[in-house]
């Protein structure tokens, strides 16, 4: 059982304990249990479970409660990896509509991803343009009343089941980052397509995307023309935050297994949390977990308030997901063999924990991203 006393620390009010205690139960009875070995059709059925739930709600609108959609992800990452990567693919492939959408298509797409009925999708990243975003290349030509897009994007989550993608493209009013802008593109759209299926260590819906004459309504853009990259960076700065709040979801699972592990497994006459060895583990571990947990409210809380959070949002990023992998790879050293069997929690976590510190900003980015804020206030 994780611990819950961090709820009542001075980042939360009253009705964020509350949601946890009503997710966890929720989570508990809903979506604890793999759901088949069809990742499709899993994260569809995922996705419909949310909506009815109420907790898609969360995750569209004017004022996103980060602190909410932290307890949200921690939670659910906690009970079923692939259930927290359904409800954070609805807040990130839609956010570029909460928060730049016009009323018209605010009004079109986000009651229904809210109820689970449309699944959305966030479409940055291209095969030459990954950490370097601004190198993209997929290019948007005004023609008429509409664009034109043509070009590629990879590594695109839920491609493949989304029903909608918020798409970035070259639309070239200045060079670089100002000459971009966002789209929304249906999934039946003539000219999109799904290029190819791309298979992950923890399989989830991931596609590359092409896009070739395919023409797209001018009020279907996000934002003002050349504004996509200010686009993308402010869904990015609310949704990065709680990548941080996933990665500790993964890392209180993995201590949660290790405690009972370590309390249970008998050997050498004694059990081993016996072992100081053990016991020092344990102790970094729950170091390990209140210090990602006190970096990612701070940032939550932050934000929540108005105020900027570029570099808390980062540190909180790299800390949680670079502390939840040594956490995991520790809990899982405590099952031995057992923790390398496939469909154990541990092994699972293992694989599900690696491309977090790799999206939404690898490492390495998000250690530039502090730096340049240091350098910035000196
Ligand atoms: C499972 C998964 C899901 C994803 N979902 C989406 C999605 O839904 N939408 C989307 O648009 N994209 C998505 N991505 C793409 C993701 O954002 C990119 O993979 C990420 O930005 C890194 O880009 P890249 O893979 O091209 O790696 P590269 O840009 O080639 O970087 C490779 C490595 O270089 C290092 N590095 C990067 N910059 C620097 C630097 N300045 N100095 C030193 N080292 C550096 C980092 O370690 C990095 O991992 C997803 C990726 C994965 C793995």
């Known amino acids: 059982m994780s611990d819950k006393h961090y709820l009542e620390w001075p980042f939360f009010e009253a009705r964020h304990a509350t949601l946890e205690k009503e997710l966890d139960v929720w989570a508990a009875q809903h979506v604890a249990h793999a759901h088949g070995d069809d990742v499709d059709a899993a994260c569809r059925q995922l996705v419909h479970q949310l909506g009815e739930g ?7 609108g004017d004022t996103i409660d980060t602190r909410a959609i932290c307890l949200i992800r921690e939670t659910l990452a906690r009970h079923n990896g692939l259930a927290d990567f359904a409800f954070a693919m609805q807040g990130l492939g839609s956010g ?8 018209e298509n605010r009004h079109t797409y986000l009651p229904r991803v809210a109820r689970g009925d449309a699944i959305a999708a966030f479409a940055l990243s291209e095969p030459q343009a990954g950490s370097d975003v601004a190198a993209m290349q997929c290019a948007a030509v005004r023609d008429g009343d509409d664009y034109v897009l043509n070009g590629e994007k990879t590594w695109i989550s839920n491609g493949g089941i989304a029903d909608f993608y918020v798409v970035f493209a070259r639309t070239g009013e200045q060079p670089g980052a100002r000459g971009i802008s966002a789209f929304i593109v249906d999934a039946g759209t003539p000219g999109f397509g799904i290029a190819e299926r791309i298979n992950v260590i923890a399989p989830h819906p991931l596609a590359r995307l092409t896009f070739n004459s395919c023409r797209i309504p ?6 003002e023309a050349g504004q996509g990259f200010k686009v993308a960076m402010a869904t990015l700065d609310v949704f990065r935050t709680s ?10 699972r993995a201590l949660d297994e290790a405690m009972q592990r370590a309390t249970q497994r008998q050997m050498f006459g004694q059990v081993l949390a016996d072992f100081q060895l053990t016991q020092a583990k344990l102790a970094e571990m729950a170091t390990g977990i209140d210090t990602s947990a006190l970096l990612t409210y701070r940032a939550a809380w932050q934000r929540d308030q108005g105020r900027k959070v570029t570099k808390e949002a980062a540190m909180a990023k790299m800390h949680a997901t670079e502390t939840a992998q040594q956490v995991i790879d520790a809990a899982l050293q405590m099952f031995g063999g057992l923790g390398v069997v496939s469909g154990q929690p541990v092994e699972s976590l293992y694989r599900e924990i690696r491309a977090l510190r790799i999206y939404e900003g690898a490492t390495e980015v998000q250690q530039l991203i502090i730096a340049r804020e240091l350098l910035k206030e000196a």
């Open 218 to 223: 001018a009020s279907k853009r996000l934002g």
């Open 96 to 103: 570029a509509i909460s928060l730049f959408g016009s009323a």
């Open 54 to 60: 109420g907790w898609l709600r969360h995750a569209v």
């Open 243 to 252: 990548v941080a709040a996933a990665a500790l979801g993964f890392a209180r």
